[in-house]
């Protein structure tokens, strides 16, 4: 077993590679700001559940899909809910979301662990039903810094990456290159598989292998210190046609990120319009939801491009 | 009845004051970085079911509090839950949420309406059980601007305002004076009442009367043409002994801005690090949850300074 | 359109056909025990999330699975959880259920409704986001009556009914009369077609056309005042290929049971052990939750041999 | 630490005394049947999340209260939702709940435990986040025996009973003997305190210290061998001002029953109309929902009279 990186950041801390934001960083990312233009990465959150929306937003298969419920709603008030002081209605709802694999999100330090020791060393049994107190989502605070955006499927002329062809280091490093961009301590590299656009024409075929990075890719990206990998496709890493993860533990992108170098994992983003914008450098950023204990926070990422 | 604003932003828009949100105001709150620090301004989301935890975070009376629950959590491993490949731990969880009153949010345009019309003359009846097919909060996408901080308690002197303490535009006024900064239209401003702390000590008294702005504090702010008001109390204006909304229903605050302007609101901030960073402009970013349909969505804001 | 028998039972009740169970009912019900066994009749609740397990039973497709969560468990206490007084450990669930496709249930008579009137020419405005204030399952109180069971499988030498062959009222006297029972009066009539055991093979084929009673034998069934009927697929009625109710909405056997006459309908038995104990006559007993304003309640529907 | 009678009922099984429920002794409960009436003994799920409507039915404070919601409803099809084939309106909903604490409910035989071992010595770290896989509520059936009625509140002459009075061996034998009755081997005995009344006038009193059998009380029961034990309280045992179990931990009635003799409790019980019946014996039928791995489940228990 790799003990890796963990105690990189010192050992008292649950940020992992997010303690490489400094003040520099976030003013030098801010530098890459052109266009003034802000773009979100998310994909809808979609949670009717009497008409099956949910189904039709790309997703894992087996997960519990976004719940969405009115508590009050103008169909209350068109049939006789009285209203406040008689002319003013209030509209009001709630959200049942399990994240992992259902929409876009940032997985929290204590997704994922080796044996049983989280990150940093921590013990793994500060994971209980309360959530974890330990590398929780909630410890993360925010994202804002230099994002890069490495474009594969257009670096490959693909309208979507084949879940056979390896996105290595050679294929990131080469992708890079042609973007005239190179990542560095303190980034967000955002992957591009065009893999969502798939879901359309055949939700089975989402649902099957998963094109995403390989070990060498993720070596290369952590090796650049960068704070977090996010990507289109549901897992970052490759998905076998088995819907687990791809290759032999020791190179699982999962255990390589966020469990050996504290490097967080944005998953199911979408990166459309992005790609259309050309521009591989932005302001990025990702703002969690504090959810103490949390294993993930759905996302709206933004570029400021 | 006012029909105020409503067709200013262009009658086929849902975005409201967003609109607003030009490049060049992007670009020009970009210029609002000083320090390069990023501050939360969220309240952590405590979902504990058993043990009360989620009681103890500031939030309004009768309101389903947050529930977040672990669908596999280390407690599992330790008592002989199979990890994957015999080494590696996954851990997957669930959040109930109904966000208005339990925790730091932003308002939908959806949210509030009078008689049968929401903000730019939209049907009301498009509120469903499906969600609001009509300015719910997926039609926001994200506001990246100026914000402007005033921090009415500081101001004042005291700790918290005192909930008979009118903050009206005087009020705004003379804080923004003192501050040296003035509303610019795309602004978001942030009002600092202190409230929040009063939870720590007496939960039934942060549940009574809160302050918070009143009519002429709003038409200050919305002719100024801000693209959101935050505030840390509950409901941005103020709130009666009796949970209500204090005042006639021509001068309630959520009429006002989000249905006859269009102009967001964000509730239930933490500001207490911000005020203590003592720099009243600054690039904020909200970045709702795509939810489709949202009344409103959690919120982890950020003013970057 | 027919006006059906809509005030039969009163025009005030919403209760329906349940108003049948008198006392003299009851009484002769409990005269049709013989072995004093208990049988269960409903398909277990399997609600985890993580590992799949809620997609191994019986259910329609794009439903909302059950979701079961420990809010605290054995896995806290053996990694740390205080215990009360250290030595008395407690553990705490929380369970989020849409009964309808999901699991066994009993449907309210504000299930379904034509036009704008519900059952008993209640209006349907009634039956809003709250909760249906009119002919929920809150309203029902409880079944205690004589069961017979119409085991048209084992009837027609078959495992399970092909959804191609009706189940019409020829079928239906023909199985009641081998079995030596004729409806009476307040009876409930549980029909097997033997369905469920087609999903362990199958889930897709189980989730296409479903074998149900038609039309002809659902008028059969109300016109011998049976208060409710139960069947195990998911619709009691027939389900075509679409995954609709087959037919013209005239012959809709909800509209006919719910909504005509107020006779409940029980969906997603699980008839098996009872078909191997060969006793067409038995006390029935269905006790649903007293969900206020429910359109459905999950179920545990007994029969006591 | 008492072993008690842990495996008095068997090794392997999980049902504990309701393994007592042999045909005879349902048979001879059957007999106790006199007028035909059936009375629920529950109290309503209301849980609307907007209007406080959860709030105004007993309750333990801090527990999450259940959550009813329409997923589509009459107000959806009033303002333009389009109905199957243009007439027939279809309602669907969901229900969160945490039944401990919040309606009337069976715990499981899981609810508990002492050490690391469950009742009959089921090992504790079966009890996971999946729920648990021993002595979980679905191994229960169902309970269809004999109900004795002690209504103590009225044996005292007292609307309900006051927190400082000890319902003890003494109390219970006097009760039953004023009506003529005596536990036998598989019966229910419903415990009325008459305490939900308070609640109406105090929701706070209600919630503080509640009447309950004391320790004295529960060996009679258990050692007439009853299978389950109902109170109109929330713990069948009396409940301290500070809300936690009163007394010695070896005198926990939980421990006690659940634990240490398999036996379960029926908790939050409407006993209104059962003492207004004044019939104290009577057909018991509790169908617990077969929730895999449950503490416990909702329940609409009956008395057939």
Not at 188 to 216: C, E, M, N
Request: charged share 20%; proline share 7%.
């Amino acid at each position: 077993m790799s003990t890796g990186n963990w105690q990189r950041w010192g050992l008292e801390d649950q940020r992992g590679a997010a303690n490489l934001l400094t003040p520099e960083v976030v003013l030098s990312a801010v530098g890459s700001i052109r266009a003034g233009k802000v773009l979100s990465l998310a994909m809808p959150i979609r949670g009717a559940t009497s008409n099956g929306g949910a189904r039709r937003v790309p997703h894992l298969p087996g997960r519990p899909l976004p719940q969405h419920f009115m508590a009050v709603d103008g169909g209350d008030y068109a049939t006789g809910a009285r209203k406040v002081k008689d002319v003013m209605a209030i509209a009001d709802d709630a959200l049942v979301l399990s994240p992992h694999g259902t929409t876009t999100h940032i997985d929290a330090l204590a997704h994922v662990w080796r044996d049983d020791r989280l990150y940093n060393d921590h013990p793994a049994e500060r994971v209980r039903s309360y959530g974890a107190t330990r590398c929780g989502i909630d410890k993360l605070g925010a994202i804002v810094t230099r994002g890069l955006f490495l474009d594969v499927a257009g670096y490959l002329g693909a309208d979507y990456v084949d879940p056979a062809t390896a996105i290595d280091e050679r294929v990131l490093q080469g992708c890079a290159a042609a973007a005239g961009v190179e990542p560095r301590p303190g980034d967000v590299v955002l992957v591009r598989t065009g893999w969502p656009k798939v879901f359309a024409d055949s939700p089975a075929r989402y649902q099957g292998a998963q094109p995403g990075i390989d070990y060498s890719a993720g070596r290369w990206l952590v090796d650049h210190d960068v704070v977090a990998i996010g990507c289109d496709n549901a897992a970052v890493g490759a998905i076998g046609s088995d819907g687990g993860f791809a290759g032999p533990v020791e190179e699982d992108i999962h255990l390589l990120t966020l469990w050996e170098r504290g490097v967080h994992l944005i998953e199911m983003l979408w990166l459309e319009e992005l790609a259309a914008a050309a521009q591989p450098e932005f302001l990025f950023v990702a703002a969690p939801l504090p959810i103490e204990g949390g294993t993930a926070s759905p996302l709206n990422p933004l570029a400021v491009l």
